[in-house]
């Protein structure tokens, strides 16, 4: 499949770096160019020839957006890509605003995956409506949006959002990694080990998760991997809990291999990679019922689901749950990663995709 392809994000932190990372090593075929903050690029392993193009991030800002905008503007003139991929909602409404005053070939072709539509958040009915109306008239410049579950899709659709230009693609999980550096199990065997990956953010629920943690009793332990990015965070200091920061995949690897359990109480995801992250070291995962959550997680097979407003039930399964308990459900984790979230199979419906809209 010989075509020339631009991929563009505001910022690749998290699950958008992992799919990219994904995407760029299996286009063999395909001449690709990236467009990433300056600040971020070593988290693309460039292990074959893409043109990396840069722009100073120094926070989600005026002068931010207009350094990626003129980067896109640039490049897109020198590249000449056959099809434009963007990445999160920031990429998506600023170069797709930028294409309304810009002459494009149209044989050039725009694909969106906002990884969480805007009007996903716990926002006022007023903001939702907003978010909703700009990516309805961005979508007039897009010839595909990739939705990362059912979820996503439905709710685009009951935003208003044109049928035949949504397409579901779950997001991919690399294979796990088996030859892990320095791989020693990093917890207290006489603990029950629960493990949190991502933000600390209202989004994913990190003032939830303390909830739980105040109320669980001494025989857990809970290990935070992550930190702040956009929201403030005064971290408790407590015996129960180990903050290791952002961790790469390789080192993540030991973390997700000797968790008991992973707990992800979200109050929307797109998706929930984490999840199926887990679920691909065999590990099974405690999570909130809410937006495409059940997609991920297999209810009382590769974990259980309990409601944002009864965090009480999270601490039931807890309760009730032993190591062995949770052990018992690494097959099932396992086969629900490989019937569902390979990679191989995100990176084939992406390139069906892209071959459909250049027919």
């Known amino acids: 499949m010989n075509m020339k392809v631009l991929h563009v994000a ?21 001449e690709i160019c990236c467009i990433l903050p300056d600040s971020q690029a070593d988290e693309i392993y460039n ?16 002068k931010s957006l207009l350094a990626l905008a003129n980067v896109f503007r640039v490049t897109l003139k020198e590249f000449k890509p056959d099809i434009i991929h963007l990445h999160s909602s920031f990429a998506g409404v600023i170069c797709r605003f930028l294409l309304f005053f810009m002459p494009l070939d149209k044989k050039i072709k725009v694909i969106y995956c906002p990884h969480a539509f805007s009007f996903l958040m716990n926002v006022s009915s007023f903001k939702k409506y907003v978010y909703s109306f700009i990516e309805r008239l961005l979508s007039l410049n897009t010839d595909a949006i990739i939705c990362t579950s059912n979820y996503e899709r439905n709710m685009a ?72 990015v956009h929201d403030s965070f005064n971290r408790p200091e407590l015996a129960s809990v180990t903050y290791t920061g952002w961790l790469n995949s390789k080192q993540l690897a030991k973390y997700y291999k000797y968790a008991d359990v992973t707990i992800m109480p979200s109050r929307w995801e797109s998706f929930g990679l984490v999840a199926a992250e887990s679920n691909s070291y065999g590990t099974p995962v405690i999570a909130s019922n809410s937006s495409s959550l059940p997609e991920v997680v297999v209810d009382g ?3 259980y689901l309990f409601d944002l407003n009864d965090f009480q039930k999270a601490l039931d399964i807890l309760n009730i749950k032993t190591k062995e308990d949770w052990n018992s459900m690494k097959e099932k984790c396992l086969s629900n990663y490989i019937e569902k979230f390979k990679s191989s199979d995100m990176i084939s419906n992406v390139e069906r995709l892209y071959k459909k809209i250049k027919q």
Do not use: M, W
């Open 10 to 30: 505001e910022t690749i932190k998290g699950g958008v770096a992992s799919v990219l990372n994904q995407l760029i090593s299996s286009q063999n075929e395909i």
């Open 47 to 62: 292990n074959k020839k893409i043109l990396l193009k840069q722009f100073q991030r120094s926070g989600r800002n005026i």
């Open 157 to 228: 659709i009951q935003y208003g959002l044109k049928k035949d230009k949504l397409f579901v693609v779950y997001n991919g999980i690399q294979e796990p990694i088996v030859n892990i550096d320095d791989d020693i199990n990093p917890f207290d065997s006489h603990k029950i080990n629960i493990l949190y990956v991502g933000r600390f953010d209202y989004q994913k629920g990190i003032d939830i998760l303390f909830d739980i943690i105040n109320a669980a009793g001494t025989k857990y332990h809970f290990t935070l991997v992550g930190d702040t």
């Open 301 to 303: 097979a590769t974990g």
